[in-house]
Nanobody, 114 residues
Framework: QVQLVESGGGLVQAGGSLRLSCAAS????????MAWYRQAPGKQRELVAT???????IYPDSVKGRFTISRDNNKKMLYLQMNSLQPEDTAVYYC????????WGPGTQVTVSS
């Protein structure tokens, strides 16, 4: 059974940093391209970072230069280092494979105060 459990969120002031973690189980983590998504209140879920099997990372312009996605295949862990956080980054953050194919985990709340 696929499980994705996110952690590391919290309340931070604008300009601060957080590191999110995602513990994955129940599937072949190492062969999946993985991604972080976020959903702000009243908005659709959006993709914020993708890491391919080759560890190549892809970011939308909104987070490029501020967020860094990484993975540890041995530990089946996915990470998101978020720097220079802004209030518009406030959302619940989720991990999933790059196509969003698995059941969604509970997410972790990130709140950035101005």
């Amino acid at each position: 059974q696929v499980q994705l459990v996110e952690s590391g969120g919290g309340l931070v002031q604008a300009g601060g940093s957080l590191r999110l973690s995602c513990a994955a189980s129940g599937f072949l983590f190492s062969i999946n391209s993985m991604a972080w998504y976020r959903q702000a209140p009243g908005k659709q879920r959006e993709l914020v970072a993708t890491i391919l099997r080759s560890t190549t990372a892809i970011y939308p312009d909104s987070v490029k230069g501020r967020f860094t996605i990484s993975r540890d295949n041995n530990k089946k862990m996915l990470y998101l280092q978020m720097n220079s956080l802004q209030p518009e980054d406030t959302a619940v953050y989720y991990c999933n494979n790059a196509g969003g194919a698995f059941s969604w985990g509970p997410g972790t709340q990130v709140t950035v105060s101005s």
